[in-house]
Nanobody, 126 residues
């Protein structure tokens, strides 16, 4: 199967950038659509972006389109989320997720993702 581990979170000032990484173990990464979500206390998990298994198709939530970029390197079993122009409201725990065997188009609903990482905290100060 696939196991996921996020990294790259931290504290950044508003307007700054961060790049999150999600490293996958197992041999199904290249045949899995991948996604990024985030969650703050008391709120539902929010879809941010997803990418097809080969990286040819992406989807973005309106709240991050133009600021965040999802990408993947199947040779390195790694998913990325480049986050620019960060705002205090981007503060959350960020999760990567895998839809194993789901090639394309990449899903946008959390119920379509069966494997989740443990999350990484992103804090944006004003």
């Amino acid at each position: 199967q696939v196991q996921l581990l996020e990294s790259g979170g931290g504290l950044v000032q508003a307007g700054g950038s961060l790049r999150l990484s999600c490293t996958a173990s197992g041999n199904r990464f290249s045949t899995s659509a991948m996604g990024w979500f985030r969650q703050t206390p008391g709120k539902e998990r929010e879809f941010l972006a997803s990418i097809s298994s080969r990286g040819g198709t992406t989807n973005y939530a309106g709240s991050v389109k133009g600021r965040f970029t999802i990408s993947r390197d199947n040779a390195k079993n790694t998913l990325y989320l480049q986050m620019n122009s960060l705002k205090p409201e981007d503060t959350a725990v960020y999760y990567c997720a895998a839809a194993v065997g789901f090639l394309a188009p990449p899903p946008i609903k959390d119920i379509d993702f069966g494997v989740w990482g443990q999350g990484t905290q992103v804090t944006v100060s004003s």
